[in-house]
C-alpha cells in the first residue's frame, strides 16, 4: 500500500482511497449517483454507517406514477457498493454479488433519503443492510452481499 507523509506528524497516513478522494473533489462521482441524484450526507467508517441523499426523478415513473422499482434497487446498490467503498484500501474495488430487496411502499418523485449499515465486513465479503426513506417512511430495503477485489494491472 502506498503512504504519504504529513510535516509535522510522526508516522505515514495512508493514501486516500478511491471514497475519500471522490468526497473531497478529486474524483467525480460515478455517473449512476449523478443520475440518481446522490448526495453523500455523512459517513462514519468506525461505526460502519452511511446517509445518502437521492432524488427521483420524473423519468424515473412507472406507468402508475410512482417511482419504478429498479430505480430505487439501483439506488440501494449505490448506498451499499458506497459504504463498502468508503472502507476500502487504494487499489480495490468492489462488486455487488446479490442485492435482496423489499418493497414496502410506493415511493414518489421528489427525494428520497438513504441510510446503509455495515453487518459484516471480512477480507473478501460484506454484508450491508439499506433502507430508503420518503417522508420519513420506509419505502424500500435491502440486503447486499458484496465482494471485494484488487484491480486488475492496466496493460500497457
Sequence with gaps: MSESHRPGQGRPEPSPNWFQ???????????????????????DIDDGHLRVDYLAQPS???????????????????????LVDATLAPGQFVATLTLNTSYLRSAG???????ARLKRRGRQICVVEADLLQNGETVASAVATCMIAAAAPTKG
Excluded: K, Y
Design 109 to 115: 418523485i421528489g427525494p428520497l433519503q438513504g441510510h
Design 60 to 82: 424515473f415513473a412507472n406507468p402508475a406514477g410512482s417511482v419504478q422499482g429498479g430505480m430505487l434497487c439501483a439506488m440501494l446498490d449505490d448506498l451499499c457498493a458506497s
Design 21 to 43: 478522494r471522490m468526497r473531497a473533489g478529486l474524483e467525480p462521482p460515478p455517473p449512476v449517483a449523478t443520475l440518481l441524484g446522490a448526495v453523500i450526507r455523512s459517513v
